[in-house]
Structures are given as C-alpha cells and as structure tokens.
C-alpha cells in the first residue's frame, strides 16, 4: 500500500483533505461562473474584459495581505480543526450572498448596480475565508502525519485542490449560471458537514496574545519567518510562480474569446488542463523524491515551465481564426490545427508548476518548529499574495496601455526565471545545511 493510498483511509487526513477539496472546487465554480458570465454576456470589450478578471482577481487576493497574519498567529495558538469548522460554517453564509448576484444577473435585475457588486463583495469574502483556513490546511500535516508522510500529503492536498479546481471550472463553464447559483450553497453546506470530522489539533506551544495590528503584525510575522534562509528562499520562488499563475489566470478567459475566437466552454477548457496539470505535477514528484523533502527538482521544473509558456505564446501568435467572426465551440476548437499543441504546451506549463510548487510547501512547514508552522504559511501566504496582486496590477496595466494579451504571454516566461534562479540558490542552502548536520 503506498502512502498516498494509507492517509486517504485515514480519519487524520481525510476529513481535511475532502474538507479543502470542496472550498477549492466552490471558489473556482463560484468565480469562475461569475467572470466567464461577465465576460460572455455583459461585456464587449477586450480591456473591459482583462480589467473586470483583474478585479476580480485582486478581490480575492487583498484578504490575504491584511489577514495572513492574523490568520496564522490564529491556526499556531487554537485549535486549528474548530478554526475550520467556524470557517466553512461562515461560507455558507458567503455562498448565498453570491448566489444571489449570480441569479440577478441572470436576471437582468440590477446588473450594474446591485448584482455585480453583491458578486464581487462574495469574492472578497471568499478571499477572507481561504485567508483563514490557508494556513491550516498545511500547517495541520506535520501535527496529524508521520515525518516520512508530510511531503505526501501536501503532494495530495495540493493535487487534491486542483482536481477540486478541475471540477469547479468544468461545471462553471458548462452549466447554466442559475445552477451554479444553487451549487455554491449545496457545496458550502457540504463542507461545513466534513469539517466536522477533522480531529483536534491544539496549539502546539505558548499561547501568547494575538496582535491585531495588520501591518506591524505582519511585518513582525515575515521578520521572523526570513531569519530562516532556506524558508525565505522557498517563499520568494513560491511567489514568483503565483505571479506568473495570476497573470495566465487573469488572460486565459480574454485570451480565448478576443485572440483564438473561442467559447466560454474554451476558456473554461484551458483552466481545466491546467489544473489537470498541476495535479499530475504535485503527484509524480512525491514519486521522484521518493517521499523526502528537497528543493533539487525545482529550479530544471520551473525552467521548463517558462519554455513551455514560450511554446504557449508561439503558437497563439500563429493562430489564425475562421471567417465569419463567430466563436468556436469546443468541438471546433478541437479540430483546429493548431489546439493539440496548444494545449500540450498549456499541459506542460502546469505539470511543471505542480513539480516545481509542491516541495516548496512540504519544506516550509518541515524544517520550522511545529508551533511555527502555521505562521510560517501565512507568511508565505502574505509575500505570494504581494505579488499575485502586483502580477494582477501588472496585467490590467498592460493591457490598459495597449499591450496585446499574447505578447504578455513572455512576460509569465521571464518571471519563471527569477523563481528558477531562487530555487537554484534554495537547493544550494538546502545541501549547506545538510552537510552542516552530518
């Protein structure tokens, strides 16, 4: 039996990791509804359209530059599984307030000025819960797993959430958004159901009192994180590969309308490979290390990963759309000449991601004291969330300036080689370490 398999028949993983599943495949089919039917049926602009999934994108990231740190001093010093039972119990209450924008919107009630924003406001609040149940999701594995099952289990929980994503886009670009409307809320409901078999996991050391001033809390939070050169190094790459996934997240529902003439089953299509992708990414590497937590995959992962999205961008730059100006289903878009390399370069961007991400988890909640670990993810959490933001920025800056969404496509590529240059020096303290405690 492999390991894998072991903590999947386990009450100590799997009531998280089921958990963790639902709130991932309810974020992407809440989202995912919203933007596609935004910008399928609403807009009729390009910009508009790459401006609109930036917010959007942005909303969702914001609560975890204020509350990470928060969040994290929480999961060290309560008990993280009642944590997430109050989270999942304050997502139904979210889900339903997005629901109701979904199906004004469908509607046509009050588009502009009450259903759009109700959307945008869940997505905020949606953002504030993934900030609090975050940190726990990976902080909790070294508290509930064996040393030997914790890189494992974050291979698992992170193939888990992008199956959960797989799912969640699948349905939000096939189904009508009335029933996805219905969908969010049955999910929430669900979730809250299986946080509550999650076992205890109590504060591992002391309880000291929380700080609820955000900004020196956080600052204290990635000072005291950054001593640990190897954690630091491993946050700066994560970083940087959410940058470069926020800004092809941003271009992927744009990129498929306005540059390949494509349907919102496309766009929606393009999400799933990549989450396809990066699951078999976060899977096969536990396979290559062999269950031990090392850095020595990620800077060759993350450079192949730019090469692919090198690949990605020639073959949109050569694309040629049919006549008649009408869009592609995903029968058409199939058959087109040119979507068979298309989307293998899109599959081998995010099988490398996965390979490349996975570890980077595992080692920051690895080589930090057990009472450290939940802050040491928020930490993580707030650095990435900079720079998902600063990458959500940087995209609808550019497109407001009158650069083309396919050639910012080289931008995700130059990005991927300021991660591989971090990873390169992560391996190398990595190795300095363990010939330090020999």
């Given amino acids: ?23 991932a495949f309810n974020d992407n089919l809440f989202k995912n509804a919203m933007v596609l039917y935004v910008v399928y049926s609403l807009y009729n602009s390009e910009s508009a359209e790459a401006a609109f999934s930036g917010v959007a994108s942005a909303l969702f990231i914001i609560p975890f530059v204020v509350f990470s740190a928060l969040s994290g001093q929480l999961a060290d010093m309560r008990d993280k599984a009642r944590i ?42 949606m953002g ?16 509930h797993l064996r040393a030997d099952e914790v890189l494992a289990g974050t291979g698992l929980v992170e193939a888990g959430t992008y199956v959960a994503i797989l799912a969640g886009t699948i349905l939000a670009g096939w189904i009508p ?15 809250w159901v299986t946080a509550r078999f999650v076992p205890p996991a ?13 900004i020196r809390a956080s600052i204290t939070l990635i000072r005291q994180t950054a001593h640990d050169r190897r954690v630091f190094l491993a946050i700066g790459a994560i970083s940087f590969f959410w940058a470069v996934g ?38 096969s590497i536990n396979a290559l290390l062999k269950g031990t937590v090392s850095a020595r995959y990620a800077p060759p992962a993350v450079l192949a990963m730019a090469l692919c999205v090198v690949a990605f961008w020639a073959v949109c730059a050569r694309w040629t759309t049919p006549p008649g100006g009408r869009l592609m289903d995903a029968a058409q878009f199939l058959l087109h000449p040119l979507a068979v390399p298309l989307l293998a370069s899109l ?66 590529a130059m990005l991927c080689l300021v991660s591989a240059w971090l990873g390169w020096r992560l391996y190398r303290a990595e190795c300095r370490h363990c010939a330090a405690t020999r």
């Fill in 1 to 23: 039996m492999t390991t894998s398999t072991h903590l999947l028949r386990r009450r100590r993983f799997l009531p998280l990791f089921v958990t963790q599943l639902l709130g």
């Fill in 84 to 125: 997430i039972r109050l989270v999942k119990l304050a997502e139904i209450g979210i889900m339903m307030i997005g629901a109701a924008g979904l199906l004004l919107a469908w509607k046509g009630v009050a588009v502009g000025t009450l259903a759009i924003p109700l959307m945008l406001a869940a997505l905020f609040a």
């Fill in 128 to 143: 504030l819960h993934s900030t609090f149940f975050g940190p726990i999701k990976y902080a909790i594995l070294p508290q």
């Fill in 177 to 191: 958004v009335e029933w996805a409307a219905v969908g969010v809320v049955i999910t929430a409901l669900a979730g």
């Fill in 202 to 214: 109590p504060a591992q050391g002391e309880v000291v009192p929380l700080d609820f001033h955000f």
């Fill in 246 to 283: 926020t800004i092809l997240f941003i271009q992927f529902p744009p990129l498929a309308k306005n540059v390949l003439m494509a349907s919102k089953e496309v766009a929606s299509l393009f999400l799933v490979v990549f989450s396809i992708g990066v699951a078999l990414g976060s899977v």
């Fill in 347 to 412: 599959l081998g961007i995010a099988v490398c991601g996965g390979m490349f991400v996975v570890p980077l988890y595992a080692f920051m909640t690895t080589c930090v004291d057990k009472d450290q670990t939940a802050r040491t993810v928020a930490a993580n959490n707030i650095v990435n969330s900079v720079a998902m933001v600063g990458g959500a920025l940087l995209a609808m800056g550019l497109s407001a300036a009158g650069m083309g969404i396919v050639r910012q496509l080289l931008l995700s």
